[in-house]
């Protein structure tokens, strides 16, 4: 079965401290892993894209690292800002069914 | 332009109103996508169109409507929603390659 699982649920941490989320796939055949980031309330707004030959990816302070081989992926923040606190989503792109599979998301709130 | 636009922004219906949601691209995407998305989940999918067409419907009520009178322009009419329908519309386009997947800002509706 397809599934994309993430971990922790939720994470709290200080302003200016460097935190990692993490993304385990099961999904076959594997097209893509996109990460979004998803303010309340509000649609979700792409970080990082990466395909199959790509193992790291980065978008200012957020850089993705993706292993095809273990089927799992990493978001890594650094110096965290208090506009990080959001929702984070790992989303898979299977070719198979053409269906974007989604993550249940890692709520980041970091304190001043 | 790089956005997809979804109006309204905040919309409260009764269960007997007739209303529709509006989205909107201009980045020649074809290919348009409704989620529905519940506090703390992650989006569902409800419909895809490719070209114009309906591809993909997945088992929504017939209370839900999908349109898309063009390539730019994707609509959900809604009649009769329930209470439990109250959630944040998202709609999506991508290219054919679906490289560039990109989400609106959604529509929070809320039933009474």
């Known amino acids: 079965k397809n599934q994309v699982e993430q971990s922790p649920q939720s994470l709290i941490i200080l302003e200016g401290k460097n935190c990692t989320l993490q993304c385990n796939y099961t999904v076959s055949p594997f097209s893509n892993l996109r990460w979004y980031k998803q303010d309340t309330g509000r649609g979700p707004v792409s970080l990082t894209i990466m395909t199959f030959s790509e193992n790291t990816k980065s978008n200012g302070r957020y850089t993705a690292t993706l292993d095809a081989d273990t089927k799992q992926s990493s978001l890594h923040i650094t110096a965290s800002q208090l506009s990080d606190s959001a929702s984070y989503i790992c989303v898979v792109y299977t070719s198979g069914t053409y269906k974007y599979i989604f993550g249940t998301g890692t709520r980041l709130k970091v304190l001043a | 332009d790089t956005e997809v636009t979804q109006t309204p922004k905040h919309l409260v219906m009764g269960m007997t109103n007739k209303k529709s949601l509006k989205c909107e691209q201009h980045?020649?995407?074809?290919?348009m996508y409704w989620y529905k998305q519940k506090a703390k989940k992650p989006p569902e999918l409800m419909f895809v169109y490719s070209y114009e067409k309906l591809s993909i419907n997945e088992s929504v009520p017939s209370r839900f409507s999908p349109e898309c009178p063009n390539s730019s322009l994707l609509n959900l009419h809604l009649h009769a929603l329930q209470p439990e329908d109250s959630a944040l519309y998202l709609c999506?386009?991508?290219?054919?390659?679906?490289?560039?997947?990109?989400f609106g800002s959604g529509t929070r509706l809320t039933v009474v």
């Open positions: 980045m020649g995407h074809r290919a």
């Open positions: 999506a386009s991508s290219p054919r390659d679906n490289y560039g997947y990109t």
